[in-house]
């Protein structure tokens, strides 16, 4: 099964080695260096009616707003393009407000990571989805 991921982060090394290695799994791999870049956060009335992507891989800290902040304006505004399998990127988990993060649904990981963890991640995210559709 392919998937679509979304990746956003404002170093761009992180993005293209995600990139590289997430199209090496034979996914779809679609990226942005900050969440304001997203084609949906301009649009209050998100028009989109089904997730843009099966799963997205944010940064927590970037220079205009967090990777918290930003899904939490897009449930605010009701979009539906959000992905149900939501990953946030940290340096600092301490810098989190993990109860803001459960509120959300949003899964929590500290960078550095390994490709293994985002492999793992990868292939538990495509058995829910394999396992919602049967």
């Given at each position: 099964?392919?998937l679509?991921?979304?990746v956003i982060?404002?170093?761009?090394?992180?993005?293209k080695?995600l990139k590289?290695?997430?199209?090496?799994?034979?996914?779809?791999?679609v990226?942005?260096?900050?969440?304001?870049l997203?084609n949906?956060?301009?649009?209050s009335g998100?028009k989109?009616?089904?997730?843009?992507?099966?799963?997205?891989f944010?940064?927590?800290?970037?220079?205009?707003?967090?990777?918290?902040?930003?899904?939490?304006i897009?449930n605010?505004?009701?979009?539906?393009?959000?992905?149900?399998?939501?990953?946030?990127?940290?340096?600092?988990?301490?810098e989190?407000?993990?109860?803001l993060?459960t509120?959300?649904g949003?899964?929590?990981?500290?960078?550095p990571?390994?490709?293994?963890?985002i492999?793992?991640?990868?292939?538990?995210?495509?058995?829910?989805?394999?396992?919602?559709?049967?």
């Amino acid at each position: 099964m392919r998937l679509k991921i979304f990746v956003i982060d404002d170093e761009t090394g992180v993005l293209k080695l995600l990139k590289i290695f997430l199209e090496r799994l034979g996914h779809d791999v679609v990226t942005a260096p900050e969440a304001v870049l997203c084609n949906g956060y301009y649009d209050s009335g998100c028009k989109v009616t089904k997730p843009w992507a099966d799963l997205l891989f944010i940064d927590y800290k970037m220079p205009n707003m967090t990777g918290l902040d930003f899904i939490n304006i897009m449930n605010t505004r009701g979009c539906e393009g959000m992905p149900r399998d939501k990953y946030i990127m940290t340096g600092s988990i301490s810098e989190i407000d993990m109860k803001l993060a459960t509120r959300l649904g949003v899964n929590v990981f500290e960078k550095p990571f390994h490709l293994s963890q985002i492999a793992e991640i990868v292939e538990e995210v495509k058995n829910r989805i394999i396992s919602r559709d049967n």
